[in-house]
């Protein structure tokens, strides 16, 4: 992971690069730097640490020039400090790069180039690049770039600049987003949108292996081959305030804040002259025997979800799997399964592969994704989207909200054309969905009531999370969203399993979070409550039923009651609420949790 951002116009390159990073850093923000040109040499500044160090830098000495490249960085090689921060400069400082990405032969690079005499300054796979392109370099860098990029394997999303021709920035990307910015006078380039959204809504899209150079004049694109192209810039409407914090203290908060708007978007987008029905009803036509729902993180968790929803309304047979794993297992599929991708990002590299594995084993390819023009969305076979906006916390929220209303809806569409279901039935349960905006500003009536439980939980060493069947898929995702917010030690599992060896962690006051949103399953999910009670542990019990233990314990959180395979949808918000408080209560940085980043383009 990483962000980069570069700038070539006729103002201060500087601040803007900077400006544009702080939108990035949800990518990375381990160290952060920036080279920008200056009269006959490349002014480079780069620091350990937050960005806000590079920031405090630049404030006490600041880098004249009009043209540069930044980087916030999440290391992969080298620890984080400031030699393996990027910008990298050839050891001639002629070329500067800075990439996001991994070089997967850059030990047999680097041993090419030291035999030839290259010192190198740093630890990382990414210097080889600088080093490469300077002993390559012979007066052409746009050559340059391309023979570079012949020599490295990998992933990359990369900017160069060379001192002979300090005009250009050149771009280009391989499974790594990069998108090009154009205004008048000015262009930009950077890995994702809000960097650039306050200087431009003009932007081009670049394609694996394609080349944009950049000056302030315009910028031009080429093919490998060295052949121009043409790129038509698209028109970004986002609003400037769905990529800022909009008055909230964290992005996560006002992104749970968001997701009656997000639901509702994403259900219009679903349903007759919305923007994901051309592709629901090409998908009409398929015809398979199996579903796979392949993901990472917060997104299989939604799969998860939706594997009940399939199986219970289609009866299809449906796993859900994680990417990482399905990539290598060689897993049973073919050209009667579908395979559904979701990712928020759309650039997970594990998701990325698991949907090239997919396409080779013949199966169909369904992506959910949230990111327009994201590998996964150009690389399957269908791509559907969630209308979440642009998703800067780096633990999912609206994100994840908007997969799970796509998955009910691809469930019951599925379930009518079979037959399952009849047309009254799949109307009613989309009027179903349809409540579910009004029942999560509902809910966020009682976030004081949250937020006073929260302050009781957040010196806990271990929270444990149970449920069954739907309500476990839904405890795993409360489980993920607390500990890598808060870094509490948690797992989820299903109420059965308690038995089998994990209850044995239950001491006094260990807390568990009960959810209890399936009528059928509720009074065994209360059996493994008094179970735990009776062990010393307290309960925070989430359910849409009537139950009131009498025990001082147990704190019930109630929540709507609306179908069992539409509660995750209410439940989750209580979960994340829940974690963002405790995360609140013990001073974490919620929207940049440590380790963590946004969109994990390495595997
Ligand atoms: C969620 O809060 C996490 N940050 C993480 O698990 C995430 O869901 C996962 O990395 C998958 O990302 P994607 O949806 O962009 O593919």
Redesign the pocket.
């Known amino acids: 992971m990483c962000g980069i951002m570069g700038f070539a116009g006729g103002g201060e390159a500087a601040p803007v690069i900077l400006d544009g990073l702080k939108r990035l850093e949800y990518r990375g923000y381990d160290s952060a730097g920036i080279a920008v040109y200056d009269g006959g040499r490349f002014c480079v500044v780069k620091r350990k640490g937050r960005l806000s160090v590079l920031e405090g830098e630049l404030q006490k000495a600041p880098v004249p020039g009009s043209i540069g490249i930044g980087h916030t960085r999440w290391a992969t090689h080298g620890e984080p400090s400031d030699a393996n921060s990027h910008p990298h400069l050839g050891s001639m400082s002629r070329i500067a790069i800075a990439h996001n990405g991994i070089v997967e032969n850059y030990k047999a690079l680097r041993e090419y180039l030291a035999g030839k005499g290259v010192a190198f300054s740093s630890d990382t796979d990414s210097e080889v690049v600088a080093q490469l392109a300077e002993h390559y370099y012979s007066g052409n860098l746009l050559e340059t770039v391309a023979k570079v990029i012949n020599a490295i394997e990998g992933s990359f999303a990369l900017e160069f600049m060379c001192l002979d021709e300090p005009d250009k920035i050149i771009a280009v990307k391989k499974y790594n987003p990069l998108i090009v910015g154009i205004a008048s006078g000015a262009t930009y380039v950077a890995s994702d949108v809000p960097a650039i959204l306050r200087h431009t809504r003009q932007v081009v899209y670049l394609a694996d292996r394609e080349i944009a150079v950049l000056t302030r004049d315009g910028a031009a694109f080429y093919n490998m081959d060295l052949e121009p192209i043409q790129k038509r810039p698209e028109t970004i409407s986002w609003s400037m305030d769905s990529a800022e914090k909009g008055g909230y203290e964290h992005f996560m908060y006002k992104e749970i804040m968001e997701q009656p708007r997000v639901i509702e978007d994403t259900l219009k987008s679903a349903m007759p002259g919305g923007s994901n029905e051309p592709v629901l009803d090409a998908l009409d036509a398929l015809r398979f025997d199996r579903i796979k729902i392949v993901?990472?993180?917060?997104?299989?968790n939604a799969g998860s979800v939706g594997r009940y929803a399939f199986e219970s309304l289609c009866r299809i047979p449906t796993e859900a799997d994680l990417a990482s794993e399905f990539r290598y297992r060689d897993a049973l599929i073919d050209e009667n399964t579908l395979v559904i991708l979701?990712?928020?990002?759309?650039?997970?590299a594990d998701?990325i592969a698991a949907t090239l594995e997919a396409k080779a084993k013949g199966a169909k390819t369904l992506a959910i994704v949230?990111v327009v023009g994201s590998t996964i969305a150009k690389e399957a076979d269908y791509t559907i989207y969630t209308m979440a906006g642009p998703e800067i916390a780096?633990?999912?929220t609206k994100?994840?909200s908007a997969q799970l209303i796509l998955l009910y809806m691809l469930a019951i569409r599925l379930a009518h054309r079979l037959g399952r279901i009849g047309r009254e039935e799949a109307g009613a349960m989309v009027a179903e969905i349809g409540t579910l905006p009004g029942h999560v500003r509902g809910i966020f009536g009682e976030v004081e009531k949250i937020q006073h439980y929260a302050a009781t939980c957040f010196n806990s060493k271990s929270i444990f999370f149970i449920g069954r069947n739907i309500d476990y898929a839904i405890a795993m995702e409360g489980s993920?969203?607390l500990k890598?917010i808060s870094y509490i030690h948690s797992e989820a599992y299903a109420g059965g399993e308690l038995k089998h060896g994990t209850i044995s962690l239950i001491e006094d006051n260990t807390l568990v979070v009960a959810i209890s949103c399936c009528d059928r399953l509720a009074p065994k999910t209360e059996s493994n409550v008094e179970q735990v009670i009776s062990r010393g542990a307290k309960v925070l019990y989430i359910t849409s039923g009537g139950i009131a233990f009498g025990s001082d314990k147990v704190f019930t959180l109630r929540e709507p009651r609306v179908g069992e395979l539409f509660a995750p949808s209410l439940s989750v918000v209580l979960l994340q609420l829940f974690s963002y408080y405790v995360a609140a209560n013990k001073g974490c940085d919620i929207d940049k949790p440590r380790n963590?980043a946004?969109?994990?383009t390495v595997e």
């Open positions: 993901a990472c993180g917060s997104a299989y979701v990712s928020q990002s759309g650039e997970t998701t949230n780096v633990a999912t994100a994840f993920l969203k890598e963590l946004k969109s994990v």
